[in-house]
């Protein structure tokens, strides 16, 4: 975080699709009772910690099963149907169908502490592990959306800005909140938050920059500016995707780095790394999509090589976005060796 020249490599390890731990399992030969996953077996420096922050978590849960399906209340104002045969979920309603209904809707608070009973063990582990641990808060997009739907939610930045303030308004007052609750529970202040906010595709962000600096810049600004006062010192942002559009917004926000830095979709470290220099902290870069997945050893070690020279700078640390399902297990592990060994 302070770019200095270090010389151990610092590693991001990511979230890993269903399916893939269970062959990566069987290819390092652990047998099916051991509780073997890739976030312990391989040095992973950091962690996000954080509390349950579901809007309406205290209605979240089973609420009937409907044939094979089972329907639930999922705590962020949808009821959704579900099948264990399947990842995905339908939202089947909304309790915010139209802007007229935010003003009849209460968030439970968040000094819940019903919250927060898994953040002993989570920091538990992050104190055995000796990782960096980074509270973690969802972004004001990406939980708005939740609540209004994805594709009404767009509509309304386009044509609804009163409503888009008063939405954004009180998503970002109760995320703030809730960053300041796991700041407090976790002892983060030093290393600090990261929020995640999935916003964009391949080719961009899913709206305009203009569209950014108008509802979330000042909101952003705001709750890092509290976030700061109260002690926090580092802020990190995380969007999968080409966010390269947004960089000098979030910049402006206050964010200091950025993750995972997706290298199909964004510029290469090396590219970031010149243009932006001590302005950003780099976490991710290292290709989950093409390369790991034709796993090629001299391909997997080309890709790394200028990638570790330039985390050796300070500034930079390396890890992928989330490893699909279908990824090699030996090239994850040829590549977490490669890194380890460097």
């Not at 391949?202 to 509290?226: A, C, D, K, N, W």
């Not at 109260?230 to 995380?238: D, L, P, Q, V, Y």
């Not at 300070?314 to 890194?339: H, N």
């Amino acid at each position: 975080m302070h770019h200095e020249p270090t010389g151990t490599i610092a590693v991001w390890s990511p979230g890993f699709e269903e399916g893939f731990v269970g062959r990566w399992r069987r290819y390092m030969g652990f047998g099916d009772d051991e509780k073997a996953h890739p976030l312990t077996h391989y040095r992973n420096d950091t962690e996000e910690v954080m509390g349950d922050e579901r809007f309406f978590f205290r209605q979240a849960g089973l609420l009937h099963h409907e044939g094979e399906y089972e329907i639930h209340n999922d705590g962020w104002g949808c009821t959704v149907r579900t099948s264990s045969k399947t990842y995905f979920s339908q939202v089947i309603d909304r309790m915010l169908k139209e802007p007229a209904d935010l003003d009849r809707l209460d968030f439970d608070p968040p000094t819940l502490e019903s919250r927060y009973h898994d953040l002993g063990r989570q920091m538990e582990q992050v104190n055995r592990l000796g990782q960096c641990a980074f509270a973690k808060i969802g972004g004001i997009f990406i939980r708005s959306q939740f609540f209004r739907g994805e594709e009404n939610l767009l509509i309304d930045m386009a044509s609804d800005e009163s409503f888009c303030d008063a939405l954004f308004d009180r998503v970002a007052a109760y995320l703030q909140e809730m960053a300041l609750q796991n700041l407090r529970r976790t002892n983060t202040w030093e290393t600090g938050m990261i929020v995640n906010d999935d916003m964009a595709g391949l080719i961009g962000p899913v709206f305009s920059p203009r569209m950014f600096e108008r509802y979330l810049l000042p909101r952003y600004h705001r709750i890092i500016q509290t976030c700061r006062q109260a002690g926090c010192r580092h802020f990190i942002f995380h969007s999968d995707g080409n966010v390269q559009p947004l960089l000098e917004l979030l910049i402006e926000c206050g964010f200091e780095g950025i993750n995972p830095i997706e290298p199909r979709c964004n510029p290469s470290l090396m590219e970031l790394k010149r243009k932006y220099g001590r302005k950003l902290v780099l976490l991710g870069g290292v290709c989950n999509t093409q390369i790991l997945q034709r796993n090629n050893r001299r391909e997997i070690q080309d890709h790394l090589r200028p990638l570790i020279e330039l985390a050796r700078e300070g500034g930079v640390v390396l890890g992928t976005a989330s490893i699909p399902a279908e990824t090699p297990p030996e090239a994850y592990d040829f590549m977490m060796r490669c890194i380890e060994d460097a």
